[in-house]
């Protein structure tokens, strides 16, 4: 079975779309959909036809484009069931555990709240590929809008548990800022020095800095890592659950 093809471009400000196509039936769904024009365009560069939106949370640089992608070409739209009354335009409403198809590939809806009250990620275990929306960035997290960190560090718990080769699809660019963050909180961590570094440069070319990996993630990013010792020991936090060490590491951001 053809892989899904997977095209990432900048949108808006700092968001990035993503088109995914199955080759062989020709779907091709969109995952979020910050703003018509941009989409359309690369749809029109890849000759691909709009078939779904998958919507992880309801904030507006994520369903802007709803209802001028779905005049244009007829698309059907899932999203949250927690939200649903926050999405025009939604078709489907899916939770946890739910399945969502795009040609031969399956996506599997993982709830990832924190950020939004419904936030949903969707990963395509077969394509080694997760779309978290404003949940996980790379070296970074969604801000917790709508939940607390409990809630925040569950939802990112059940990303990090994902094979470590999974390519990780986020809904906005801060790796750089993030980055510049991260090292106040490990400088000693040399695969993020590393990463900061590599990050530092795509930055001056314009060249993204995504997608990332979950392994990668989970060597870099200060979130995923509330039971480092070494932070634990910079926060002062020694020996604390990891909800909590997190919470302290988003509110020293939050500050940043
Ligand atoms: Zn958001």
Not at 84 to 94: K, M, Q, T, Y
Not at 101 to 114: L, N, Q, W
């Amino acid at each position: 079975m053809a892989k899904l093809d997977i095209y990432q471009f900048p949108t808006r400000s700092d968001n990035y779309g993503v088109l995914i196509h199955d080759p062989e039936t020709g779907a091709t769904a969109a995952i979020d959909a910050p703003e018509a024009e941009p989409i359309l365009a690369a749809l029109a560069d890849k000759g691909w036809r709009l078939t779904d939106i998958l919507i992880t949370h309801h904030h507006a640089d994520h369903t802007a484009g709803i209802d001028a992608l779905k005049k244009k070409t007829g698309c059907t739209v899932y999203g949250p069931a927690r939200e649903a009354g926050l999405i025009p335009g939604l078709d489907v409403e899916v939770k946890e555990g739910d399945t969502v198809a795009v040609g031969h590939a399956d996506a599997r809806v993982i709830e990832t709240p924190g950020h939004t009250r419904g936030h949903v990620s969707y990963y395509f275990p077969d394509d080694e590929a997760v779309f978290v929306g404003d949940t996980l960035f790379s070296v970074g997290c969604g801000k917790l809008l709508e939940g607390d960190a409990p809630t925040m560090w569950h939802s990112l718990s059940k990303l990090a548990a994902l094979p470590p080769e999974t390519n990780v699809y986020c809904g906005h660019e801060y790796t750089n800022a993030n980055c510049r963050f991260a090292l106040t909180i490990e400088p000693e961590n040399q695969a993020l020095q590393a990463r900061a570094a590599q990050v530092a440069e795509n930055a001056a070319k314009g060249a993204p800095s995504l997608p990332t990996t979950i392994g990668q993630e989970l060597a870099t990013n200060p979130f995923l890592r509330a039971s480092s010792p070494a932070i634990q020991a910079r926060l002062g936090m020694e020996g604390q659950p990891p909800e909590a060490v997190f919470g302290e590491v988003r509110a020293r951001k939050d500050r940043f």
